[in-house]
């Protein structure tokens, strides 16, 4: 593991694995290096490209400077493309792909783009914060396990994904980063239909043929608003798909410009 400074001096761990062309990855909520899909799918890629993953402020082995602003996190993505040596591919899961959405329309060096199930509502007026400010609220009143269930229920996941979930292992964990779920919130709620006209890149938006109609449309949306967006649906899992099925469409995407 090796750090950077962003901008504002924050500290942002990250690790470089493989050989090839450079592709970051960003994680979604309540995801960082050591907990989520993006370690796994980073062994599934090493062997084509360099692949970098980081801990998104407020995790990991990250700081978290306060106030915490949306800028801020697109200045981590930019500190982390620069570490690696200049452009880069990106990919983004969830709200990660929010946060590679707006590094692009703010004209970091990303030469291609890769999305799993952006949450962008393009058909619905804005929440205008409204998650985010719960889930600050249920933080600072000490109910860091309310923030977590609150959240997951809030953004549709489904409830028997969520049954038991106080009474897992890692659920302490969650509580401990809970505060950065309105993170998440901010950043999905930052991305307009302006921000998507504004990525010139071509980007590949994926979607799970197991998710339910909303995130699968959400993602057919952000494509056909993208200049250069395309959709696949693969095979996959409740707002997920398996490495083994996602790492080769990234790899054809990257290196072929094909889908």
Sequence with gaps: MATITSRDGTRIGFEQTGTGPTLVLVDAAGGFREFGPMKSLAE???????????DRRGRGESGDRQPYAVKREVEDLAAVIEGAGGPAFVHGFSSG???????AAAGLPISMLSLLEPPIALDKPSQEGELAAEIDALVAAGRRADAVEHFHTSIGVPAEMTAGMR??????MLEGIAHTLAYDSRMTEAVSPATLRSVVVPTLVVSSESSDERLRGWAQGTAAALPQGRHLTLKGEWHGVSDDVLAPALAEFFLYGAA
């Design 97 to 103: 792909a929010a946060l590679a959405l707006l590094g």
């Design 167 to 172: 009474q897992a292992p890692f659920f302490p």
């Design 44 to 54: 599934h890629l090493a062997d084509q490209f360099t692949v970098v993953v980081y």
